[in-house]
Protein backbone atom coordinates (compact mmCIF):
# COMPACT_ATOMS: atom_id res chain seq x y z
CA UNK A 1 0.00 0.00 0.00
CA UNK A 2 2.90 2.45 0.74
CA UNK A 3 3.97 2.28 -2.94
CA UNK A 4 0.52 3.53 -3.71
CA UNK A 5 1.10 6.51 -2.07
CA UNK A 6 4.47 6.89 -3.33
CA UNK A 7 2.78 6.69 -6.81
CA UNK A 8 -0.18 9.24 -6.30
CA UNK A 9 2.34 11.69 -4.59
CA UNK A 10 4.70 11.43 -7.83
CA UNK A 11 1.54 11.87 -9.90
CA UNK A 12 0.35 14.90 -8.07
CA UNK A 13 4.23 16.40 -8.65
CA UNK A 14 3.88 16.10 -11.68
CA UNK A 15 0.37 17.72 -12.17
CA UNK A 16 1.66 20.69 -10.30
CA UNK A 17 4.69 20.97 -12.75
CA UNK A 18 2.74 20.26 -15.94
CA UNK A 19 -0.01 23.31 -14.63
CA UNK A 20 3.52 25.79 -13.69
CA UNK A 21 4.67 25.20 -17.36
CA UNK A 22 1.25 25.56 -18.57
CA UNK A 23 0.88 29.07 -16.77
CA UNK A 24 4.51 30.16 -18.47
CA UNK A 25 3.14 29.04 -21.44
CA UNK A 26 0.35 31.10 -21.40
CA UNK A 27 1.82 34.05 -19.79
CA UNK A 28 3.94 34.25 -22.79
CA UNK A 29 1.46 33.99 -25.45
CA UNK A 30 -0.08 36.86 -23.63
CA UNK A 31 3.17 38.71 -24.38
CA UNK A 32 3.73 37.85 -27.41
CA UNK A 33 0.08 39.15 -28.26
CA UNK A 34 0.53 42.38 -26.99
CA UNK A 35 3.79 42.51 -29.37
CA UNK A 36 2.29 41.64 -31.96
CA UNK A 37 -0.64 44.60 -31.07
CA UNK A 38 2.38 47.15 -30.52
CA UNK A 39 3.73 46.43 -33.53
CA UNK A 40 0.85 46.32 -35.99
CA UNK A 41 0.06 49.72 -34.51
CA UNK A 42 3.52 51.01 -35.28
CA UNK A 43 3.40 50.03 -39.18
CA UNK A 44 0.04 50.55 -39.69
CA UNK A 45 0.60 54.92 -41.12
CA UNK A 46 3.32 53.31 -42.90
CA UNK A 47 1.52 50.14 -44.58
CA UNK A 48 -1.07 53.44 -45.63
CA UNK A 49 1.60 55.74 -46.58
CA UNK A 50 2.75 53.17 -48.93
CA UNK A 51 -0.08 51.97 -50.20
CA UNK A 52 -1.10 55.63 -51.06
CA UNK A 53 2.24 55.84 -53.11
CA UNK A 54 1.13 53.28 -54.82
CA UNK A 55 -1.67 54.65 -56.09
CA UNK A 56 -0.08 57.80 -57.05
CA UNK A 57 2.52 55.69 -58.84
CA UNK A 58 -0.51 53.60 -60.38
CA UNK A 59 -2.16 56.61 -61.54
CA UNK A 60 0.68 58.55 -62.84
CA UNK A 61 1.68 55.85 -65.03
CA UNK A 62 -1.62 55.52 -66.91
Do not use: D, I
Amino acid sequence: MPWMMLFVGLAFAGLVVLSVCAVKVGLAVRGLGRELQRTRARLEPKQEALAGELQRLERSGE
